[in-house]
């Protein structure tokens, strides 16, 4: 049985981090090219609310990003889910599920209202996101548009990823 770490990211992570996103998300048809300087746009305007990474046998294989949402109603703290990537030899193995609910398990012990994600329906689904294209962001495309609320309460309002996810930050 081979044994999965789960960890937050230390600097030391960095390079590794960004060598698998770039290997996750290359040649995929939904992706921008970006999500690498996703994470380092949000690093550098220190807005990863919580980054971490899966490590198997001393090397890092996977990794999540959560960052701050905010939305029209003024409720808060929400958090966007993403991106999250495994090294394509590991994908399909359960470690970007582990990364998810462990990501999910510690927003919720912080008290998150809810996480935001904009990605394929039929895989989030299975961690509880719904979708929600009355509450999509208007640039981006309201059929994939998801959340889950941690929390009770409505999803009300019009979400707002991190500006870092645009190339702002």
């Keep these: 049985m081979i044994e999965l770490l789960i960890r937050k990211e230390c600097a030391a992570d960095c390079d590794s981090i ?82 998810i609910e462990n990501g999910l398990a510690q927003l919720k012990s912080m008290n998150a209202l809810g996480c935001i994600l904009t990605g394929n329906p039929a895989y989030y689904k299975k961690f509880g996101f719904q979708l929600a294209p009355e509450n999509a962001p208007s640039n981006e495309p309201a059929e994939f548009f998801m959340l889950k609320q941690l929390s009770s309460g409505v999803a009300q309002g019009q979400f707002s990823f991190h500006e870092a996810f645009y190339g702002d930050a």
């Design 18 to 99: 960004r060598s698998i996103t770039v290997s996750a998300f290359r040649g995929m048809p939904y992706a921008g090219g970006d999500e690498q300087d996703v994470i380092d746009r949000l690093r550098s305007a220190n807005a990863l609310t919580l980054s971490l990474i899966a490590v198997i046998e001393e090397e890092v294989v996977g990794h999540i990003a959560f960052s701050p949402a905010t939305t029209s109603d003024g409720s808060c703290p929400w958090f966007a889910l993403g991106p999250v990537s495994v090294i394509p030899e590991r994908q399909c193995k359960g470690v970007g599920r582990a990364l």
